[in-house]
């Protein structure tokens, strides 16, 4: 059996895309055991694909601000122990950081990373055995898909694939076909207007749909709220945990999303998605690259107008298989 140990703690969406090394891997050797590192938060992510065999959970957002605690060194012996109980053929560091070098440097196996000149940090790689080279100007996806084939060996085959456990409606899912607006990003310079956001919302529930507007901070829902206010087909539904989230949008009939983790999740399970990019590169990041109804829309300093996105809504409910 080959096992394998992936170290991509976070972020959600680069989790996401990262995810899609674990079906490359089982196609090229169909026996691997795949255990995968990720930060508490974004653990539920490497737990809903049927791929990945054991989630080992790390907490450095959360120690990093708590060193003094013994609760905290607690927590760090037993995940080093965890993190080293297995002994495997290769431990494959996505992170591109040196914490995410620091974390493979403490497992048993030969630790494979970037070489210097496509990483992120290059003093990641003093804490590497072996060095893969790969273009930097390549979408995230097929940078980790092609780290991973050269350090085990094989050839990549076909688009990105991922094989997600099944996601149950939750409590709450409305009954007749719904959008999920994503609205909400690290940086402000990623949102698209508000304004635009209500237009739309208002435009999908003429032609039948409801939106629904997920969040995660009281910021983002702040900005949900205002988006929805007096648009009678558009709510905000509570704070939902990440399995919860995936479950809401697995659901959908379309997600509409800018440059964020449950957009790029929402791609990555097969629903129809439009990604709205305003400052970021799409050809770096988009959604498209997952196949199937997946649009991306502006990017590079174009924010995308509101009848473009109209227009692609369109195409899109064309192209997705449930319409």
């Known amino acids: 059996m080959t096992r394998v140990l992936v170290v991509r703690p976070s972020s959600l969406g680069d989790v996401v895309y990262a995810l899609a090394i674990a079906a490359d891997i089982r196609r090229a050797r169909p026996g691997a055991q795949i255990d995968w590192v990720a930060e508490e938060g974004f653990a539920a992510l490497p737990a809903l694909d049927a791929d990945i065999a054991n989630v080992i959970e790390v907490a450095l957002r959360r120690w990093r601000v708590s060193l003094w605690r013994a609760s905290t060194w607690r927590e760090f012996r037993a995940f080093r122990k965890a993190v080293t109980a297995t002994r495997y053929d290769a431990v494959i560091d996505l992170q591109e950081q040196l914490k995410g070098a620091i974390i493979a440097r403490l497992a048993r196996g030969r630790r494979h990373g970037l070489a210097a000149v496509s990483i992120r940090e290059p003093l990641a790689t003093i804490l590497h055995d072996a060095h893969h080279a790969v273009d930097r100007d390549i979408h995230f996806v097929a940078k980790c898909r092609a780290i991973a084939a050269s350090a085990l060996g094989y050839a990549i085959e076909g688009p990105p694939r991922w094989h997600w456990r099944p996601l149950p409606a939750i409590p709450g899912t409305p009954e007749r076909p719904y959008a999920v607006f994503v609205t909400a990003t690290s940086r402000p310079t990623k949102l698209w207007p508000e304004a635009r956001w209500r237009a739309l919302a208002t435009h999908l529930g003429e032609n039948g749909l409801a939106v629904l507007l997920p969040w995660g901070t009281p910021d983002a829902e702040a900005r949900c709220r205002r988006i929805a206010d007096g648009i009678a087909d558009a709510s905000v539904p509570p704070r939902l945990a990440l399995r919860d989230a995936a479950a809401l949008i697995a659901h959908a009939d379309i997600v509409v999303g800018v440059d964020t983790g449950l957009t ?60």
């Open 264 to 323: 790029h999740l929402a791609a990555a399970l097969g629903v129809a998605t439009l990604a709205l990019f305003t400052e970021t590169d799409a050809a770096l990041a988009g959604v498209a690259i997952c196949g199937g109804a997946t649009r991306d829309l502006g990017g590079n300093g174009v924010v995308p107008t509101q009848d473009a996105v109209i227009d692609a809504l369109g195409d899109l409910y064309r192209l997705a298989p449930r319409c």
